[in-house]
C-alpha cells in the first residue's frame, strides 16, 4: 500500500504543482468570467443587490466615490441573473455569507423588478412550487469569498480552464470589474440603432414567454423582506427599480401592474425608500440592460439620490 | 453525490481508507454506511424508499428460501414484484400512463380527469429495482441462495460504484464478493485507479464537451436543416457512449480499488457488425437482464419465428420505456426492435446476396460494411433517444439531409466552426480526445493488432498518466450537472 500511496502522491503531487504553476497567473488576473470575481472578492460591507440588470447598471464605485463617507466599505456588486439570483432563500443565505461580519453602516441597493419577484407557473395543479436557484450556484456555493474558488471552478466554470491560460477567456463585450460590476462593452445604441432595435425584440420575445410562464410569488416577496429585515441590522436599505427600455417597462405595467405601489407599501411598512426609475431615459444595449455609458450616469444619478435621502 | 464532484474527489478517499484500514468484518458495515450516505446526499427522503423495499425484498427472499415448493413461494415473489414495479410505476410512470390515458379519452370524446403526482424521480429507481427483482426471480427459480444477513443484502442493493446506473448486477455475481474479505492488492487497486481516470477523461473532456455543442441544437431543432443536425446526431451518438461508459468505468473502478468485480457493460458496441451484436456490446448488465427475466419466460426463440419476432420486439419497447416515461423512449425502442426482427427476418437472404456478391469471400469488407450500416442504423434511432419530443424528433428525421445544396463550403466551414463553439482550440481538442477513444476501443477490440506494439517502458507510463490527468483537468468541462442515464 504504501508504494501505490507514494507514487500517487508523485504523481497527483506533479500533476497538481503543473497545473497550480500554469493557473496560477490566470486565476489571479481580476477576470476570469462573469461571476467568478464576485465569489473571489473579499466579504463586502456594501453591496448592489439583484439581478444582471443590477450587475450592469450600478457601478458600486461610483457610489463608493460619493458616498463612502457615510457607508462602510468594501463596495461590491453581488448582483448575477435572474436566473441564478432572483429573491428567494438561497440568495438570501447567499447575502449571509457575503457581507462583512460586525458591518453597521453598510448600504444595500436592492434592485427590484416583477420577474425577480416571479416563480414559474406550476405544470400541475397543486404542484408546490420551487424554487430553481435552489439547485444552481447562488444555492449550492457555499464558499462564496474564497481565492481561488475551487468550489466555483470545479462546478460553474463555464469552460475548461486550458481556456483561462489562452488568455482569451475575456472576450471583447463582457468584462466583471474587481468591484462585481459587470461591463458590457457594446458600442453606443446611438451608433447601432438598427442593431439594438434587433436585441432589444430579440429581448422583448423573451420577456414576453416569460410573462406567460411566470407568475408573481408571495414566498419571493416574502424572501425579499427577509433580506430587507437582515440587512437593515447592518445599515441602510433602498429599493431600487432600474430603468429599462419603454417596451419593456410596458411589458412589466401589463404583466403586474401594481409593482411599483407594492414595492413602494414594502418599503414604508419596513422603513425603507423605494426609487423607482422606471421609464427614465437611459440608453440601453437591449432594451433591459443599461448600455455602459447611461449606468455609469445612473449610478451617479442614484447616489445623488441616496446623498440627498441621508441629507433628509 | 456525483463521480465528477469534489465532493466524491473526498469522498472515495476516505472510504477506501477507511476500508482498507478496518478490521476486514467491518468494511461490510463501513461500505453499507458509506452507500447509504452516497445516496442520501441527493435526497434524503428517498433514502427511505431504498431502505423500505430493500427490507422487503430481504425478507421476501429470506421466507421463500424456507418455503419448499413454487407454489408457496409464489406470494412472496408477487408481494416482491408488487412492491419494486410498484415504486417504479408510482414514480416514473404514473404520469405518463395518465396522460396517455387522458389523450386516448380526449381522441374517443370520453370524459376522464385523474389526478397527476409532483414527484420527483428517485436517482437509480430503474437500476436497483431491476437488480432487486432480478436477485427475487432468481431465488423463486431456485438458482440463488437467498442471503440471509440483512447488512450484506442491503450492501448488495446499495453499493455505492453501482447503485445510481448500474450496472446491474445478478445476487449470483456480487453476493457472494461480500462475503469475502478484500485485501489489498497493488495491481488490482492500480488497475481500479486507472480505471476510474479513464471513465472520467471520457466523461469530462468528451461527452461533457460533445454536449455543450449537441444540446442547443436538439433544444431547437427547427432553427437548423441539414449540417448541423447531422453533426448533433453524430455528437450525440459519441455523446452517449462517453458518458454512459465513462459512468460505468467510475463506478467498475471504484468497485475494483475495493476489492469488487462488476460486470463488463460495454465491449466496444461501434464496432459492432449488426444490431444484434450492437445490444451485445452496449449496456449488456441491462440487455441480459431482459433476455434471462423477459425474453426467454416470453418463449424466446422456442416457439416459432413469429412468436420470436414478437418477443424481441416487446422486450425492446419495454427497454425503450425502462428507459423514461416518454414516447421518444418508446419509439426508440421500437426502432431498435423492428432493427431486431428485421435483421432476423432478412437474415438467409443477406448471407444469400452476399454470397452473390461475391462479399462472402471478403469477410474484412463485409464485416466493415455491416459495422458501418449497424452505426448509421443506431445513431439514427438515437435521434428518438435525444430528442425532446416525437415532433422533435420527425423533424430532425426529415431534415437531416436537407438544405445541403444551399451551403457553399465556406458556410459549411462557419456551420462546422460554430457546432464546434466557434472556438478553433475546441476542435483540436475534441478532435484529439476522440481519436484517443478510438485508438483505447481499437486496442481493446484488436489486442492481437494491438499487441504487435512493443510494451511502453514505466517512464512512458508514468508520463502517460500525469498526461491523462493533467488533461482531464484541464480540458475537462466541470459544469454538467450529471450523468446522462442518472436520469433514468
Known amino acids: 500500500m504504501q508504494k501505490l500511496l507514494t507514487q500517487l502522491m508523485l504523481l497527483l503531487g506533479g500533476v497538481g504543482l503543473v497545473a497550480g504553476l500554469a493557473l496560477a497567473p490566470a486565476l489571479r488576473r481580476p477576470y476570469l468570467d462573469a461571476f467568478y470575481a464576485r465569489f473571489t472578492a473579499p466579504p463586502a460591507a456594501s453591496l448592489v443587490l439583484g439581478t444582471s440588470r443590477a450587475a450592469q447598471a450600478v457601478l458600486p464605485g461610483v457610489l463608493q466615490a460619493r458616498l463612502s463617507g457615510r457607508y462602510a466599505g468594501p463596495w461590491l456588486n453581488y448582483a448575477f441573473t435572474l436566473y441564478q439570483s432572483p429573491y428567494g432563500p438561497s440568495y438570501l443565505a447567499s447575502i449571509r455569507r457575503k457581507l462583512a461580519p460586525g458591518t453597521r453602516q453598510g448600504l444595500f441597493v436592492l434592485a427590484v423588478d416583477p420577474w425577480s419577484l416571479s416563480v414559474a407557473r406550476p405544470k400541475v395543479a397543486g404542484q408546490a412550487l420551487g424554487f430553481p436557484e435552489d439547485q444552481l450556484m447562488i444555492g449550492q456555493l457555499h464558499q462564496v469569498s474564497q481565492n481561488p474558488n475551487l468550489g466555483y471552478l470545479a462546478h460553474y466554470l463555464n469552460f475548461p480552464l486550458y481556456r483561462a491560460l489562452l488568455h482569451d477567456t475575456a472576450t471583447v463585450v463582457e468584462r466583471l470589474h474587481p468591484d462585481g460590476w459587470l461591463e458590457i462593452a457594446m458600442p453606443s445604441p446611438l451608433t447601432t440603432p438598427a442593431r439594438t432595435r434587433q436585441r432589444e425584440a430579440e429581448r422583448l420575445a423573451t420577456y414576453r414567454q416569460q410573462a406567460a410562464s411566470n407568475q408573481p410569488s408571495v414566498a419571493r416577496l416574502a424572501s425579499l423582506r427577509a433580506l430587507i429585515g437582515f440587512l437593515k441590522e447592518h445599515g441602510q436599505v433602498v429599493l431600487v427599480r432600474v430603468p429599462t427600455g419603454s417596451a419593456m417597462t410596458a411589458l412589466e405595467a401589463t404583466y403586474q401592474p401594481g409593482f411599483d405601489q407594492l414595492m413602494q407599501r414594502t ?20 432594451g433591459n440592460h443599461l448600455w455602459r455609458g447611461a449606468a455609469r450616469k445612473f449610478s451617479q444619478r442614484l447616489s445623488d439620490d441616496i446623498f440627498l435621502l441621508k441629507n433628509d | 453525490m456525483l463521480f465528477n464532484s469534489l465532493h466524491f ?48 425484498d430481504y425478507f421476501s427472499g429470506v421466507r421463500m428460501s424456507r418455503l419448499a415448493t413454487k407454489a408457496e413461494r409464489r406470494p412472496w415473489l408477487y408481494l416482491s414484484l408488487a412492491s419494486n414495479l410498484g415504486t417504479l410505476f408510482v414514480f416514473k410512470y404514473f404520469n405518463f400512463f395518465v396522460g396517455a390515458t387522458d389523450a386516448l379519452a380526449s381522441a374517443l370524446h370520453v370524459p376522464f380527469a385523474a389526478p397527476t403526482l409532483a414527484l420527483a424521480l428517485p436517482v437509480g429507481v430503474s437500476f436497483y429495482t431491476f437488480q432487486s427483482v432480478g436477485y427475487i426471480v432468481d431465488v423463486y427459480q431456485g438458482r440463488l441462495a437467498a442471503e440471509q444477513n440483512l447488512g450484506r443484502f442491503a450492501l448488495f442493493v446499495a453499493f455505492f460504484p453501482q447503485l445510481v446506473a448500474g450496472p446491474i448486477e445478478r445476487g449470483e455475481q456480487m453476493l457472494p464478493q461480500f462475503r469475502q474479505p478484500h485485501g489489498f492488492d497493488y495491481g488490482r487497486v492500480a488497475s481500479g485507479l486507472r480505471l476510474m481516470a479513464w471513465g472520467m477523461f471520457k466523461k469530462v473532456v468528451l461527452a461533457d464537451r460533445l454536449a455543450q455543442m449537441v444540446t442547443p441544437i436538439f433544444d431547437h431543432p427547427q432553427r437548423y436543416q441539414g449540417l448541423p443536425l447531422l453533426l448533433a446526431v453524430a455528437g450525440f451518438t459519441i455523446q452517449i457512449y462517453t458518458d454512459f461508459s465513462g459512468y460505468t468505468d467510475l463506478a467498475r473502478g471504484a468497485a475494483r480499488v475495493l476489492g469488487y468485480h462488476m460486470v463488463l457493460n460495454f465491449r466496444q458496441p461501434y464496432f459492432a457488425a449488426s444490431v444484434g451484436d450492437f445490444w451485445r456490446r452496449w449496456h449488456i448488465s441491462l440487455s441480459s437482464w431482459f433476455r434471462d427475466y423477459v425474453y426467454i419466460p416470453l418463449g424466446g426463440n ?12 416487446s422486450v425492446f419497447l419495454l427497454s425503450g420505456l425502462w428507459h423514461g416515461a416518454s414516447w421518444t423512449f418508446v419509439a426508440w425502442g421500437a426502432l431498435h426492435g423492428l432493427y431486431l426482427v428485421v435483421e432476423a427476418f432478412t437474415q438467409p437472404g443477406r448471407a444469400a446476396l452476399a454470397r452473390g456478391l461475391g462479399l462472402a469471400a471478403r469477410p474484412r469488407l463485409l464485416h466493415a460494411l455491416g459495422v458501418a450500416t449497424t452505426l448509421a442504423l443506431v445513431a439514427y434511432a438515437w435521434i428518438f433517444f435525444r430528442a425532446n419530443s416525437l415532433a422533435d424528433a420527425w423533424y430532425i428525421s426529415t431534415h437531416l439531409f436537407r438544405g445541403w445544396g444551399q451551403l457553399t463550403r465556406h458556410e459549411a466551414v462557419l456551420t462546422v466552426g460554430h457546432f464546434l463553439l466557434n472556438y478553433p482550440p475546441e476542435a483540436v481538442v475534441t478532435l484529439a480526445a476522440g481519436a484517443l477513444l478510438l485508438a483505447v476501443d481499437w486496442h481493446q477490440e484488436w489486442p492481437a493488432w494491438a499487441a504487435r506494439w512493443p510494451r511502453p517502458t514505466p517512464a512512458v507510463r508514468w508520463a502517460g498518466y500525469a498526461a491523462l490527468l493533467l488533461a482531464t483537468l484541464l480540458l475537462g468541462f466541470f459544469n454538467s450537472t450529471q450523468f446522462i442515464y442518472f436520469q433514468f
Open chain 2, 302 to 313: 422456442r416457439r416459432g419465428p413469429a412468436r420470436r419476432y414478437a418477443n424481441l420486439f
Open chain 1, 267 to 286: 418599503g414604508d411598512s419596513l422603513g425603507v425608500p423605494y426609487f423607482n426609475y422606471a421609464g427614465q431615459p437611459y440608453l440601453t444595449t437591449d
Open chain 2, 9 to 56: 474527489l473526498v469522498f472515495f478517499p476516505v472510504v477506501v481508507g477507511l476500508y482498507f484500514g478496518l478490521p476486514a468484518r467491518w468494511r461490510g458495515p463501513l461500505l453499507l454506511a458509506a452507500s447509504y450516505y452516497f445516496y442520501l446526499s441527493w435526497r434524503p427522503i428517498y433514502g427511505l424508499l431504498l431502505a423500505a423495499t430493500t427490507l422487503l
